[in-house]
């Protein structure tokens, strides 16, 4: 069971019909067992309110690197942990996020897996994506 004093933060996708039961099945469970969920609509001050501590996890899918880059260093450089949803190492071409402290991250990892897994099987794409075409990406396992 998740914290009862996490505070978390995530968006919601309405433009993606395959991610949508996902994203609900997440919001119910994490609603019921965290202190609360916080939507900022931008995924670096949620990157920065969580290098503060002033929340304590942020899951996010479908983001683009221009929404990620700067909050993932300033995160980085506080200790935050980030990968991907299923746990993978993160590049900010991948589409899903799991960002949180050590103390949390296995907690997080064990609720997104499921609910990320069913968004892959409904055909939703969480690998890496917006890449330009002169980039060599390496992302996920690759990373590691």
Same mark, same amino acid.
């Given at each position: 069971?998740?914290h009862t004093?996490?505070m978390q933060a995530t968006?919601f *996708?309405f433009h993606?019909d ?5 994203m609900?099945?997440?919001?119910k ?6 202190m609360?969920?916080?939507?900022s609509?931008? @995924? @670096?001050?949620n990157l920065?309110h969580l290098?503060?501590g002033?929340i304590?996890a ?5 983001l683009?690197p221009w929404?990620?880059a700067?909050?993932i260093?300033i995160?980085?450089?506080a200790g935050?942990?980030?990968?991907t949803?299923d ?5 900010v071409?991948?589409?899903?996020m799991?960002?949180t402290n050590?103390?949390?991250? @296995?907690?997080?990892? @064990?609720?997104l ?5 069913r968004?892959?099987?409904r ?6 994506? *917006? ?5 060599k990406?390496?992302?996920?396992a690759?990373l590691?």
């Amino acid at each position: 069971m998740m914290h009862t004093l996490c505070m978390q933060a995530t968006e919601f *996708n309405f433009h993606m019909d395959e991610l949508w039961p996902s994203m609900v099945e997440l919001f119910k469970d994490f609603s019921q067992h965290a202190m609360g969920i916080r939507a900022s609509g931008a @995924a @670096a001050v949620n990157l920065c309110h969580l290098a503060a501590g002033q929340i304590d996890a942020y899951y996010q899918y479908m983001l683009k690197p221009w929404d990620t880059a700067a909050g993932i260093v300033i995160l980085e450089e506080a200790g935050g942990r980030v990968t991907t949803a299923d746990g993978a190492a993160y590049s900010v071409f991948d589409r899903s996020m799991l960002c949180t402290n050590d103390a949390l991250y @296995a907690q997080m990892l @064990a609720k997104l897996e499921g609910p990320t897994s069913r968004a892959i099987e409904r055909g939703v794409h969480l690998g890496p994506a *917006n890449v330009p075409k002169t980039y060599k990406v390496k992302s996920g396992a690759q990373l590691e």
